[in-house]
Nanobody
Framework: QVQLVESGGGLVQAGGSLRLSCAAS????????MGWFRQAPWKEREFVAG????????YYADSVKGRFTISRDNAKNTVYLAMNSLKPEDTAVYYC??????????????????WGQGTQVTVSS
């Protein structure tokens, strides 16, 4: 399995921006679909954005479409999540996750085996 480490979280005012990074270990990073998920207190973990291993194609939750952008740099074994126009409801712990050779358009947390430790994003109003 690939090992994942997120970074880039923090405290930002509403309307601000952050860029999260997820660094992966291993030589097969390019073979993994990567997803960003988030979990707010007392809520279930939810899908935010995903990028396939080939193509690549990107997918977004409706709540972040047009504001967030997922990208990957296979040479650096890193996936990014650029977050703009942040809202207080975006406050959560953000996790990246990996799924080998996945090309589908649906990203369910239970289908991902490899997870990072998470990074906190707090958006103040």
């Amino acid at each position: 399995q690939v090992q994942l480490v997120e970074s880039g979280g923090g405290l930002v005012q509403a309307g601000g921006s952050l860029r999260l990074s997820c660094a992966a270990s291993g030589r097969t990073f390019s073979s993994y679909a990567m997803g960003w998920f988030r979990q707010a207190p007392w809520k279930e973990r939810e899908f935010v954005a995903g990028i396939t291993w080939s193509g690549p194609k990107t997918y977004y939750a409706d709540s972040v479409k047009g504001r967030f952008t997922i990208s990957r740099d296979n040479a650096k074994n890193t996936v990014y999540l650029a977050m703009n126009s942040l809202k207080p409801e975006d406050t959560a712990v953000y996790y990246c996750a990996a799924r080998l050779y996945y090309l589908g358009s649906t990203y369910h947390p239970e289908d991902f085996r490899s997870w990072g430790q998470g990074t906190q994003v707090t958006v103040s109003s």
